[in-house]
């Protein structure tokens, strides 16, 4: 092949669509448990993060509260990947070759978010959410009532990682923020610095947004083992959350997302009918589940 402008033109159309084919074909998991938002800005701020005050009788003027703002920013942050084509694997006719390559980066691509997503749930334990405390703590300041007091939505331990999450609402436990999407790019023209010094083309892939959380009331972790008295434990937790003004914030867990090592575990309590002993399940079918390997 005579290594010229179009022939490198036509290359660049098949491995775009080998891209696309790959991005088009991978199923990520991020959006059943974070809530995608659109940015326009270097960084976004989610002050606002706080509770909406409940409806009330409308009995001459409006009263107005303050949403509580908290100071808690999500800074989109740059990706990339980039492969070399050797110019003499084009000359050669060979360049077929690297398609897969190109349509796995489009698989990468499109499952990136569930890596910045799921990796940041597991770091739950050890990140700071919009109230100043870890996403997962034992003593998240609350005020219900009037009454200052601290919330725990964790249990301790050493066994791996598991979470229940209510994705019921608009805004998800956990943000994933879009500022770029990803697109497939490349450096391939026969006079480029690249081409001169190393003998290759590059084709790559590049985008914008950051992962951040939501509201740590919807979501519980822990660590202890997963077990029937652990589970009813931590839904009766977050079912137990109150709102500043005292009303039920009516959390229900709707997800129960675990790792490999926790698979078995969660299927004998979730899809099981039965118990071990023969007794029905009380907790059958409760929740959805979703395995991911950032938990273990």
Same mark, same amino acid.
């Given at each position: 092949m005579i290594v010229n402008s179009a022939a490198l033109s036509n290359l660049f159309v098949g491995y775009k669509a080998a891209f696309q084919q790959g991005f088009n074909e991978a199923t990520p998991d991020y959006t059943k448990i974070a809530t995608e938002v659109p940015s326009a800005t270097a960084a976004e701020d989610?002050?606002?993060l706080g509770e909406w005050p409940r409806l009330r009788e409308w009995i001459g003027d409006r009263v107005v509260k303050d949403i509580t703002a908290h100071k808690y920013t999500v800074t989109n942050k740059s990706y990339e990947a980039t492969v070399g084509v050797p110019k003499p694997a084009i000359? @050669?006719?060979?360049?077929?070759v690297y398609k897969p390559m190109m349509q796995e980066m489009g698989r990468a691509a499109r499952m990136h978010p569930d890596e910045m997503i799921f990796s940041l749930l597991s770091a739950g334990f050890g990140t700071l959410c919009y109230d100043?405390?870890?996403?997962?703590?034992? @003593?998240?300041?609350?005020?219900? @009532?009037?009454?200052?007091?601290?919330?725990?939505?964790?249990?301790?331990?050493?066994?791996?990682?598991w979470a229940l999450l209510d994705t019921s609402r608009a805004l998800r436990p956990l943000i994933y923020q879009k500022r770029q999407e990803y697109q497939f790019v490349s450096v391939d023209k026969p006079n480029d610095e690249s081409v001169f010094k190393s003998n290759q083309f590059l084709y790559g892939v590049d985008g914008r947004g950051n992962s951040g959380f939501g509201f740590w009331q919807m979501a519980y972790g822990s660590k202890a083992p997963l077990t029937l008295e652990n589970f009813r434990a931590a839904?009766?937790?977050?079912g137990a959350l109150k709102s500043d003004e005292g009303r039920p914030l009516n959390i229900k867990p709707t997800i129960l997302v675990h790792g490999p090592s926790n698979r078995s575990k969660a299927r004998d309590l979730i899809l099981?009918?039965?118990?071990a002993n023969g007794q029905s399940n009380t907790e059958y079918q409760a929740v959805d589940l979703l395995q991911t390997g950032w938990l273990d």
């Amino acid at each position: 092949m005579i290594v010229n402008s179009a022939a490198l033109s036509n290359l660049f159309v098949g491995y775009k669509a080998a891209f696309q084919q790959g991005f088009n074909e991978a199923t990520p998991d991020y959006t059943k448990i974070a809530t995608e938002v659109p940015s326009a800005t270097a960084a976004e701020d989610y002050a606002w993060l706080g509770e909406w005050p409940r409806l009330r009788e409308w009995i001459g003027d409006r009263v107005v509260k303050d949403i509580t703002a908290h100071k808690y920013t999500v800074t989109n942050k740059s990706y990339e990947a980039t492969v070399g084509v050797p110019k003499p694997a084009i000359a @050669d006719d060979t360049f077929g070759v690297y398609k897969p390559m190109m349509q796995e980066m489009g698989r990468a691509a499109r499952m990136h978010p569930d890596e910045m997503i799921f990796s940041l749930l597991s770091a739950g334990f050890g990140t700071l959410c919009y109230d100043g405390q870890n996403f997962f703590d034992t @003593d998240h300041p609350v005020l219900t @009532d009037g009454t200052a007091g601290t919330v725990s939505n964790m249990q301790a331990g050493t066994d791996p990682m598991w979470a229940l999450l209510d994705t019921s609402r608009a805004l998800r436990p956990l943000i994933y923020q879009k500022r770029q999407e990803y697109q497939f790019v490349s450096v391939d023209k026969p006079n480029d610095e690249s081409v001169f010094k190393s003998n290759q083309f590059l084709y790559g892939v590049d985008g914008r947004g950051n992962s951040g959380f939501g509201f740590w009331q919807m979501a519980y972790g822990s660590k202890a083992p997963l077990t029937l008295e652990n589970f009813r434990a931590a839904c009766e937790a977050m079912g137990a959350l109150k709102s500043d003004e005292g009303r039920p914030l009516n959390i229900k867990p709707t997800i129960l997302v675990h790792g490999p090592s926790n698979r078995s575990k969660a299927r004998d309590l979730i899809l099981a009918a039965n118990l071990a002993n023969g007794q029905s399940n009380t907790e059958y079918q409760a929740v959805d589940l979703l395995q991911t390997g950032w938990l273990d």
